[in-house]
């Protein structure tokens, strides 16, 4: 990105280069903090995702037999057109 902003200073010795410059090197400069914004993010949820799984391999490790009895019974109860026993 910074390489177009570059070739735009080498012209700049056109008026239309120049008056060009200004917004281009914004737009550029916009970009690479929306790119760095982007890439924060994701190492963000990646942490939390890793804390979070972590939370809930420990919340579940003594309760691994049991999950798998009662979870159809808590799918029914969430979905409002399921069948009601």
């Not at 970009?31 to 579940?60: C, H, M, P, T, W």
Request: charged share 35%; with cysteine; glycine share 2%.
């Amino acid at each position: 990105m910074c390489d177009l902003a570059e070739r735009l200073e080498w012209q700049s010795r056109t008026k239309t280069a120049v008056e060009l410059l200004p917004h281009v090197k914004d737009v550029l400069y916009d970009a690479e903090d929306l790119l760095d914004e982007f890439n924060y993010y994701e190492l963000q949820v990646k942490v939390e995702g890793r804390v979070i799984l972590a939370d809930v391999v420990r919340s579940k490790r003594f309760t691994r037999f049991d999950s798998g009895f009662a979870r159809p019974n808590r799918v029914r109860a969430l979905d409002p057109l399921s069948v009601k026993d």
